[in-house]
């Protein structure tokens, strides 16, 4: 199994609501990611999970709140978004976040519209 | 401030031939490299990687060059496929971050049959 799943696969929101993005991975990954893609634009690292730990912040707002329940799982909490925070949000994983360099496991991505 | 840039945003190519995607970076402390390839409604996934001991990287149709002294990297696929049609990222890391990836904007390939 080599597969990142990533759910919702498309969420439409409002500027008060507020919502979670999913990600789950179960190749014994020890490191999990948060990555923002616009629309011809690079992704953009948000957030890095380290055994289950918050090693990477890229001085994103608070409005987004990561959490890794357990070393399979990752969530996005999402609250009073912007119009602008309307983006593809990519999870990855690999086998951990540094001493070994490899490729990350990319999941579909779930494309946020926030209203 | 792009660390990782790729000038082309598009290339279009005939079946057989060979497709060459280039890409520069500016960080000396990049030491690895990946190419991933993405198509529409997919996350990106990994096709080839280089580190910055070597110049040359080959696998199959598709190989890695690296020139450290221009920060220069490109992607040759020979021969081109359709099925290659895709958004091709280059991408790099510092080892003392590890796996924390700077990805390029994207070249968009076309392989025209």
């Known amino acids: 199994d080599t597969e990142v799943t990533q759910t919702p696969k498309h969420l439409v929101m409002g500027m008060t609501n507020k919502k979670s993005l999913k990600c789950e991975q179960h190749?014994?990954?020890?490191?999990m990611y948060w990555y923002k893609q616009k629309a011809k634009k690079p992704p953009e690292l948000m957030f890095v999970y380290s055994y289950e730990k918050l090693s990477i912040n890229e001085s994103v707002p608070s409005r987004f709140s990561p959490e890794c329940p357990n070393s399979s799982l990752l969530n996005l909490h999402l609250h009073a978004l912007q119009p602008e925070d309307s983006a593809l949000y990519l999870c990855?994983?690999?086998?951990?976040?540094?001493?070994?360099?490899?490729?990350?496991?990319f999941g579909e991505g779930s494309r946020l519209t926030v209203l | 401030d792009q660390q990782v840039k790729q000038n082309s945003p598009s290339l279009s190519v005939q079946e057989g031939r060979i497709s060459i995607l280039n890409c520069d970076y500016t960080?000396?402390?990049?030491?690895?490299f990946l190419w991933y390839k993405k198509y529409p409604a997919e996350g990106p996934t990994f096709l080839i990687s280089?580190?910055?001991?070597?110049d040359k990287n080959e696998d199959g149709r598709f190989t890695v060059f690296l020139n450290k002294s221009a920060k220069h990297l490109s992607l040759h696929i020979v021969p081109s496929q359709p099925g290659d049609s895709a958004v091709y990222f280059c991408?790099?890391?510092?080892?003392?971050?590890?796996?924390?990836?700077?990805f390029g904007a994207g070249t968009i390939l076309r392989v025209k049959s």
């Open positions: 280089i580190s910055s001991i070597k």
């Open positions: 990855a994983s690999t086998y951990r976040d540094r001493g070994v360099n490899g490729e990350l496991f």
């Open positions: 960080n000396s402390m990049f030491d690895y």
């Open positions: 190749m014994g990954h020890r490191a």
């Open positions: 991408a790099a890391s510092a080892g003392v971050e590890g796996n924390k990836l700077v």
